[in-house]
Structures are given as C-alpha cells and as structure tokens.
C-alpha cells in the first residue's frame, strides 16, 4: 500500500528555518516526481517545488525561489523540503505528492497539483511575524 507521510512541520518565527520530510513507503520512490503544496485557509493549493525522477531537475514557485530547496534521497525513499528565510505569509499546511511511475522531467507543468497520484496528510508550518 502507498504511503507518503510528512513531518518536520512546525512554529517558527519570521526568517527561521524548517526542513520537511516526505517519507515513502509502498513503492519506489526513485521512479517518480515529487512535489511540495502548500494550502493556506481560504486560499487554493499552490506548487512549491517539485523535482523530477529522471536527473533530479528542480522547480520552485515564484513566492519560494531562493528561499526553499528540494533534495530527494531515493536511498531512503525520502525528499525533503529546505525551507530558510520563513515569512508570516508561508504559513500553511504542507503536502508532498507522488507521480508516477515515470522518467521524464515534468518542467513546470511538476507544480500543478491535479496530476499527482498520491499525496501525505500534510504537516502544518506556522511562521510568527
């Protein structure tokens, strides 16, 4: 059974840092493309950053860019989410998502949410102005 959980979610305040965890269990998490979203109340799911499965190829949105790295370990089936510089308006539940299997780097097509197959329960990060 496919499984992605989420942790390292947390408070922080304004330019702290947190790093997620997205831990995979269930498939091979080399295989395909992750993503990180994020929902904020009364907003809609926004992409992150997501990186493909085939050469590690990463994207960022725009809110995000020099501020949020992603790495993957498919040794231990897991991808994280660097976050420095946290801001007040970062402050939302974070997911991961899975798609796949394939190898092919999605572009920024990786930061839409409504193609991914599998998505974690969320961790919630809070930034305090």
């Known amino acids: 059974q496919v499984h992605l959980v989420e942790s390292g979610g947390g408070l922080v305040q304004s330019g702290g840092s947190l790093r997620l965890s997205c831990a995979a269990s269930g498939f091979v998490l080399g295989y395909y493309a992750i993503g990180w979203f994020r929902q904020a109340p009364g907003k809609e799911r926004e992409g992150v950053s997501c990186?493909?499965?085939?050469?590690?190829?990463?994207y960022y949105g725009d809110s995000v860019k020099g501020r949020f790295t992603i790495s993957r370990d498919d040794a231990k089936d897991t991808v994280y989410l660097q976050m420095n510089n946290l801001k007040a308006e970062d402050t939302a539940v974070y997911y991961c998502?899975?798609?796949?299997?394939?190898?092919?780097?999605?572009?920024?097509?990786?930061?839409?949410?409504?193609?991914?197959?599998?998505w974690g329960q969320g961790t919630q990060v809070t930034v305090s102005p």
């Open positions: 998502a899975a798609m796949g299997p394939l190898y092919k780097d999605l572009g920024l097509s990786g930061l839409e949410p409504h193609d991914y197959d599998y």
């Open positions: 990186i493909s499965s085939s050469d590690g190829t990463t």
